[in-house]
């Protein structure tokens, strides 16, 4: 908790202004050519020994114990949001379903612009963020079409694949990320907020 009050303001500030996330949707615009873009997220599962008395909280789908950090990040790879410290179990969707970004996102606390243009359209559209299947589709959220033959899939895509990039460039690979670490593994919370 100690951590989370200290580094957050500093080094995880979501934008709380529309001129904030306005400037956000320009730069994915000029460097994916995706309009009206805010964000893309994605879960990032960090591996770890089984947490005592946790029982199969932790166990995820892929049969490893892991904690998860649900991240947005910009177009500049800049972490704008995470919800650390979730059960391995847990699905991105669901996890995302509980967390205060979602909640900020239903109840317009974001200070969003309410609809933008599409950069050289007359057609207006509201400001969203970008994430994969696992995520609900709403006024504030895309994921790519199914099929590999419709363009807007492959840019929604592009804004998914921002997010991969941060996490393999931000979050650095080391023993608690491979089955069978022997080294001292953190409780969860803390772990990913170490990794953050």
Request: glycine share 8%; with cysteine.
């Amino acid at each position: 908790m100690t951590i989370r009050l200290h580094l957050t303001p500093k080094y995880l500030k979501t934008p709380s202004t529309a001129e904030e996330w306005n400037r956000i949707a320009t730069k994915f615009w000029e460097k994916l050519n995706s309009p009206n873009t805010i964000g893309a997220i994605d879960g990032k599962h960090i591996l770890l020994k089984a947490p005592t008395n946790t029982g199969s909280l932790h166990y995820n789908y892929k049969g490893g114990f892991s904690t998860v950090l649900l991240a947005t990040c910009d177009a500049d790879y800049k972490c704008v949001y995470a919800d650390v410290g979730n059960y391995g179990k847990d699905s991105d969707g669901g996890i995302f379903g509980k967390c205060s970004f979602n909640e900020a996102l239903d109840r317009k606390v974001l200070n969003l612009p309410e609809v933008k243009n599409l950069s050289v359209t007359d057609v207006f559209t509201p400001l969203f963020i970008v994430g994969d299947a696992a995520f609900p589709l709403r006024d504030n959220i895309m994921r790519p079409f199914p099929g590999d033959e419709l363009d807007y899939g492959r840019m929604l895509l592009l804004g998914t694949m921002k997010y991969e990039k941060y996490s393999t460039t931000q979050v650095p690979p080391s023993k608690h990320h491979h089955k069978g670490a022997s080294t001292k593994i953190l409780p969860p919370r803390e772990e990913a907020v170490r990794v953050l």
